[in-house]
C-alpha cells in the first residue's frame, strides 16, 4: 500500500488512453484500389461499346440517303474497304465506316459478288450488303435468231455495248452457236458469252442426234446439222419442219438432189448473207459452188446457218411422208406434192400469186 497525503488522494487521476485505431489491411491495398478501378472502367466500355454496337446496328438498318433508284457496278476484284467508299461517294450508303463494320460482324466481307446492281430508294445498308451477297446483277440479254449464220451472231457479239474484252482469236464453225435468248451481266467477256454458247448448241445436238430416227440417211452429225440449217433456211413455220425435214430426206434416199434455193445464197455470200434487196438470178443457180444444191449432188460441205433446236429435232424425226417437192403457198407457208407434175402445177399458182402482188405494187405506185 502506497501512502498518499490527503491533496494527493484528492487530485484525479489521469485516464489511461485507449489504444491508437489502426485501418483493415484490406482497405489500405493497392491492389483492391486498382482492380476497384478496372471494374469501374470496364462497366463503363461496355456501357459506351454497347451504345456504340446500337448506334451502328440502327444506322446499318435504317432507311438510306437514296430519293431514287440507282443502278452502281461493282468491278471485279474490289475489296470491302474499295467497294464501301465508292457506295458513300455514290450516295448509295451514308457511312463507309458503319457499312463495313456492319459487314464484317455479319461476316460477309468476301462474299460480294461483282457485277451491276440496282438499288431501290430508301435501301439501308443492310439491304445493300444483302444484295451485294446474293448477287442479284442486272441480266442483259443478247438474242441470236435461229437462222442466223454464225458471222452474224458474232458481228452482233462484237456490237454489244455491255459485254467486254476482245473476240477469241479462234471462233466457232458454222452453225455451233446456240439460238437463244443469254442473259448475262455487265463485265462479261464475249469469249466466255461466245464459249457458253458453243457449249449449249454442242449439248442440244449431240442430245437430238443420240435420239434420231435409225433409217436417216446421215453419214454422221456434220450432215445432220448442215441438213437442219437447211431446213431451218426453207421455213419458218413451226408445223412445217419435219414435213419439209421429210421432203428432204426423201430426196436423198432416192439420190435427188436437194435444190434448195438458201444453199445457193451461202455458196454466193458467205456467212455475211445476201442483200436483202438482192433476188436470185438464174446465173446464180447455174453457178456451181461447193454449197450450190441445184449444182450438187447430196448436202453441202458443212452447215449454212445455225439451226434452232425445232429443226435439229424436225431432221431427228421426220414426218413420214412420200411428199419429194414444196413451194411457197403464197400465206408465208408452203404447198407439198408427191410428184412432178402435182409440183409443176403448184409452183404456176404461185407464180400467178406473185404476178399479182406484182402488179398491184406497180398500181399502188402509179396511184401515188
Known amino acids: 500500500m502506497i501512502l498518499q497525503s490527503p491533496r494527493q488522494a484528492l487530485r484525479p487521476e489521469a485516464a489511461v488512453a485507449p489504444p491508437p485505431r489502426r ?22 466500355s461496355l456501357v459506351a461499346v454497347g451504345g456504340a454496337i446500337y448506334y451502328g446496328k440502327s444506322r446499318f438498318e435504317e432507311p438510306g440517303p437514296l430519293v431514287a433508284a440507282v443502278t452502281y457496278t461493282i468491278p471485279i476484284g474490289s475489296n470491302i474497304s474499295q467497294i464501301a467508299q ?25 462474299d460480294f459478288k461483282a457485277g451491276e446492281y440496282e438499288f431501290k430508294a430508301r435501301a439501308s445498308m443492310k439491304d445493300v450488303m444483302d444484295m451485294l451477297v446474293s448477287g442479284k446483277a442486272i441480266l442483259h440479254p443478247l438474242t441470236i435468231i435461229e437462222g442466223m449464220t454464225v458471222a452474224q451472231a458474232l458481228k452482233r457479239i462484237e456490237e454489244n455495248e455491255i459485254l467486254v474484252g476482245d473476240m477469241p482469236e479462234e471462233l466457232p464453225p458454222e452453225g455451233m452457236l446456240v439460238a437463244d435468248t443469254q442473259k448475262f451481266s455487265r463485265g462479261t467477256t464475249r469469249a466466255e458469252i461466245i464459249a457458253t454458247m458453243v457449249a449449249q448448241q454442242k449439248a442440244i445436238i449431240e442430245e437430238i442426234w443420240a435420239n434420231r430416227s435409225p433409217d436417216l440417211p446421215l453419214k454422221d452429225i456434220n450432215e445432220f446439222v448442215t441438213l ?47 442483200p436483202a434487196d438482192r433476188p436470185i438470178y438464174q446465173s446464180d443457180i447455174d453457178k456451181k459452188t461447193p454449197y450450190n444444191t441445184y449444182q450438187i449432188d447430196g448436202l453441202p460441205p458443212g452447215p449454212i446457218a445455225i439451226p434452232g433446236r425445232a429443226a435439229l429435232e424436225a431432221v431427228a424425226n421426220p414426218s413420214v411422208t412420200d411428199d419429194l417437192y414444196f413451194v ?4 408465208g407457208g408452203h404447198v407439198f406434192a408427191k410428184t412432178l407434175e402435182e409440183h409443176n402445177a403448184n409452183v404456176r399458182r404461185w407464180r400467178a400469186i406473185e404476178k399479182q402482188r406484182a402488179e398491184e405494187a406497180a398500181g399502188g405506185d402509179g396511184q401515188e
Open 23 to 44: 485501418r483493415a489491411r484490406a482497405a489500405r491495398s493497392r491492389v483492391v484500389v486498382f482492380l476497384n478501378f478496372l471494374l469501374t472502367l470496364l462497366i463503363l
Open 228 to 274: 437442219a440449217s437447211i431446213v431451218e433456211k426453207e421455213t419458218g413455220v413451226p408445223g412445217e419442219r419435219s414435213r419439209v425435214a421429210a421432203v428432204f430426206i426423201n430426196r436423198l434416199k432416192k439420190g435427188m438432189r436437194l435444190q434448195s434455193d438458201p444453199t445457193i445464197i451461202y455458196g454466193l455470200f458467205g456467212g455475211e448473207g445476201k
Open 86 to 110: 465508292r457506295l458513300e461517294s455514290r450516295g448509295i450508303v451514308s457511312n463507309a465506316r458503319i457499312f463495313e463494320a456492319g459487314v464484317r460482324v455479319h461476316g460477309h466481307e468476301n
Open 328 to 331: 411457197a403457198d403464197g400465206t
